[in-house]
C-alpha cells in the first residue's frame, strides 16, 4: 500500500516593542518582519506536528499527533 506522512514544523518569536499608536505599532511591526533573518527564528520555540494517510484506501491512520 502507498503511504504519505505529512510533517510541519513550526518556529516562533515574540518581539515585544513600545509605541505610541496603534499605527506607529503598525508601521515599526511590518519593519521588524521584514527585516528578521530566518536564522532568528533558530532560537525560537519549536512545535512539531505530522499525520499518516494511506493513499489506497484514502483513509488517514493517524492524524497530527
Not at 25 to 39: D, F, L, M
Request: net charge negative; proline share 2%; hydrophobic share 30%.
Amino acid at each position: 500500500m502507498n503511504y504519505c506522512l505529512t510533517m510541519e514544523q513550526t518556529r516562533r518569536i515574540a518581539v515585544w516593542f513600545d509605541a505610541d499608536s496603534d499605527e506607529e505599532a503598525e508601521k515599526k511591526a511590518r519593519e521588524i518582519y521584514h527585516n528578521t533573518p530566518s536564522k532568528d527564528f533558530e532560537a525560537g520555540d519549536d512545535e512539531r506536528d505530522c499525520a499518516l494517510s494511506n493513499r489506497d484506501t484514502n483513509t488517514m491512520v493517524f492524524d497530527w499527533s
